[in-house]
C-alpha cells in the first residue's frame, strides 16, 4: 500500500516530545523523536544501523542520542558520532536515517520524502493549538485500526451526522442543506449551508450571544493533501453571516502509521466562551464521544470488511462522497507522479 | 477450505434475535439478523454495499435496517428503500444480499447457498427446544476454534467418552459395547449397546425410576450433511427397550463460522425428571463440563496441529473413526457435486 | 528458517519434568515430556498420530502416556501399545516420534536430529546446577521472543554491559578492557581482562574476602555450537588470579523454539558467599533485572525490526562482534553439513 511521501506529517503535539525520546511508527517506518538542548525537535529512525536495536529505549545526551544497546550516538543529522566501547572506533558508515521536522504552532511536523524537497514553506497553516484573545483550543489524539482514506472519507463527508452523530446534525438535517463540493487545484471543499434550523446540540453549546430562535449554520470542510482537513462550524443569525455567530474550528491532522491503521490528531478552536473553563471538558467529552464512540468503530469495521472482502464488495458513491471522491482522485494522481521520479 | 452451501444451517437460536440486531459469521460470510415488526426473522449480509460499513451496528425502522453510518436502509429483501440524506435519492442498484431463513421450533435456520434451491422442507426436523408434557430441554451455545469436521468426527465417536467422559461411559465400557456403524443413503448411524451394566452417571442421574441394578444402555447418533446430529442416550430394564426406560435426546446443531472455528449448538431433551427444575441447572453443568472443560481443548489443539503439520501426520483410523470417515466422504461427495454446476 | 538438528537441546530443568506432562515446542517441534515408573525421561512428539490430539493433556500409566482423548498408549519408544476401546486392537503402524532424552546434572538433555547419530558423549558437561562444596547456584527460565543467534550475538558480546547493564560494567569500563576473541576449532571465546578496577557491583556482590581497594577482573565467554553459553566472571587481587579471587559461573543455555523465540535457561553458580541463603534471592533478582528488565525488551525489538526489514538494514559490525560474527559462521557451515546429508 503505496503512502504519498513528500509531504509533512504531524508526528507529535510539540508537548509530547522532550528529553525523553518518543517512538511512533509513521507511513510504516519506525521514527523516534527527542529534543536537543536547545529544545529542537529532532527526527530519526528508530532501527540503530548497528544491530537493529530500539533507539527509542535510549537515553538524551545533548544534541545525540545513544542507542540502549551498544550506547552508540547519533547526531540530529543520523550520523555516528561517539563509540563508548574497546577503542571507541567510531563506524563512519553507521547512521541513521534523519527526518526534516519543523516545529510550528504546537506541532511537530515530519517530512516523510526526499530530503532535498523538503521545503518548510508547505508545511500547512495551523495555529489552532494555540490560545489567543478570540480563541480557545481543546485538542486530543486518537489512534483508529483503519487505513487514513477512510477518515478522510468520513470527515470531507456531510452526511452521516445525521444518522452517526445527533450530537451535530438533526434528523432531516441534510435534505434542507445547501450543499457543494467544489474543487480549487488540489484543495477539494465541501461546503454545506442549514438556513434557519433551531440550532444543533453542539453549535447551541458554544453559542454565548443573546436568545436566538433559529440559526443560519454552516459546515465547511477544507482537504488537502495528503490528509490535512480543516472543519469549520458555524452559526450565526439568520441572513447575516458567520462573523456574526459563533464559529468552531476543527483541524484533523492524520497520520498513517500502517496499510491498516492511523494517528489522528485533532484541534477544535472555539471563538466563544472564551473564559470558560470547565466548558473545555464538557467540549473534549462531546468531541471525544463523536470520534471515539461513533466514528471509530464504524471505521474498523470498515477497515476489516474491506480487508477481508477487497472488490467483492461493490460502491455506491451518494452525493455525499463527492468530496472523498474527488481527495482519493487528487492522492490518485500524487501517488502516480511520486512513482514516474 | 470449501464448505457445503446449499444447505439450512443455524443462525441462532430464536430468542437471540430480536429488535437488537445480532452478528454473526457464518461460512465466513459476515450475516446480520434481525426481526421485522411482525417478528419474522430476516438474515442480511452484514456489510453495507455503500462503504462497508457493519449493518449489524444501526437501527431497525419497522422491518427494515438501517446502515449506522448513513442511514441507508435495507429492506427484507436486501434492497435499498430509503436514504436520509440531501434530496433522498436512493441508490437503487444498492442492495445487500439477503438469506433466506426460517424460523422452526426455535431456532433460526439460515440457507447459505444458491437461492432458487432453498426449500424449507429441507430443514432438519429439530423440535427438541420446544418442552412438552413427555419432554424438558436444556439447551446452550459454545464457540469452538475448530473446523467443523473435528466436532463431526468427535460426535460419531462412541468410544472417547471412556478416556475423555467418565460421566458418559465407564472404564472398559467400549470393549463390553455391541457397536456398528451403518449408513442409509446420505444419513451415517453410529449405534451402540452396552448390555446390563451398572447404569453410568449420566444415565443414573436422568433415571427417575424404581431402583435397578443394571440396565441396558443405547447410544445412538445419527448425522446428516452438513453438520446436524442427534446423539439418544437410552437406560432400561435389561431385555427391555427404551420406551421402558430414560432417554436423553441430544442435537447437535454446528454451523461453521470460519475454515478453523464453528458455532456449536445443542439442545438436550430428556423424557424423566419433568418437573425437577433444579436439575436443569445441574444437568446443563454436567453438560457444559463434557462439551467445554473436556471437548473443546482437545478440538482446539487438534486444529492447531493439523493446521500447522498438516498432512505430515499420518492418519490411523481406529474403529470407532468409521461415522467420521463416513460422514466425511459424503461430504466430499456432496461438495464436488456442488462444484460441478 | 532451518535449525541445527544433530546436537542436544535442554529441553528442561529436572525438575520441570514428573508424572505430570510437560509441553514445550523446541526447534518448532510440539514436544511433550514425562517420567517413567523408575524416573527416566521420556520424550516424545505432542502429536497423536490417530488424530492429532495433544498428548500432553492425557495420563501417565506406569512407562506409558496416554493420549488425552482415546487412551491410545504410547511407551518410551513411541510406540502404541494399548487401545481401551472395543476390541482393544492395538494400531501397530500408529507411533509417535520418540526423541532421544538425558538427564544429567539437573538437565534433560533431547536430541533433535537423526536418532542413529545420537551420542550422550557429545552433551555439553554443565554440572553448574548442583550444589558443592565449592560451589552455590541459582537458575532460572526466560522466554524470549527472539530468534536464539540474536541471544548468542549478546552474551558472546562483551561490550553492550557497559551501556545496558551498568550493574555488571562501569562506564568507560571496556575502554580499559584488554579484549580479544580467539576460536578452538568450533569453540568461540570471547576474553576479556580489566586490570586494577574498583570492583563492579556484581563482584562486588560476590566478594567476601577481606577489605580490596582495586581488582582485576576476567569475564571469558565460551560458545559452543549450536546455543551453548559459559560465562565466567572474576575478581582477584591485581596480578594474581582467578583462584585467588571470588567467581561467578554462568551457564546460558538456549533452545529455540520457533524462528522467532528461544527457551533461554540459565544457572548462576558462585564459589564464595556459599553459606549465605538471603543472597541467593538478591543475586537472582540481580541476574533476572539483567536479562529479564535489561535484555529482553531489547532482543524483542531486534526481532520485530528485523523480521520487518530484514535486510534493508545495513549491519556495522563493531570490535565487540566478532564472537557473534564467528560463531553465526560456525553455524552456516554445521547447517551446510546438515543439509548435505
Known sequence: MPFLRNHWYVGAFAEEVGHEPLNRRMLDEPIVM?????GEPIALSDVCPHKSAPLHMGVVHGDTLACPYHGLRFDPSG????????????PKAARVRSYPVKERDGLLWIWMGERAKADTVTIPLCDLAQPSVTSRPVKGYIHVKAHYELLTDNLLDQSHGETLHPYLLKEGATSRMQFEVRQERDTVISDGLLPKEPITPILSGLWDRGPIDRADHRFIVTWNAPSYILL????YPPGSNSSEGVTGTNAHLLTPETAGSTHYFWIFARDSRLEDDPFDEELTAALNQTFVNEDRPILEWQQTYLSELGDLVKRHPLKADAGGVRARRVVERMLAAERQK
Chains 1, 2, 3 share one sequence.
Open 34 to 38: 527527542y529534543r536537543s538542548e536547545a
Open 232 to 235: 469549520t462550524i458555524s452559526a
Open 79 to 90: 550520523q555516528c558520532v561517539h563509540n563508548p566501547n574497546f577503542d571507541r572506533a567510531i
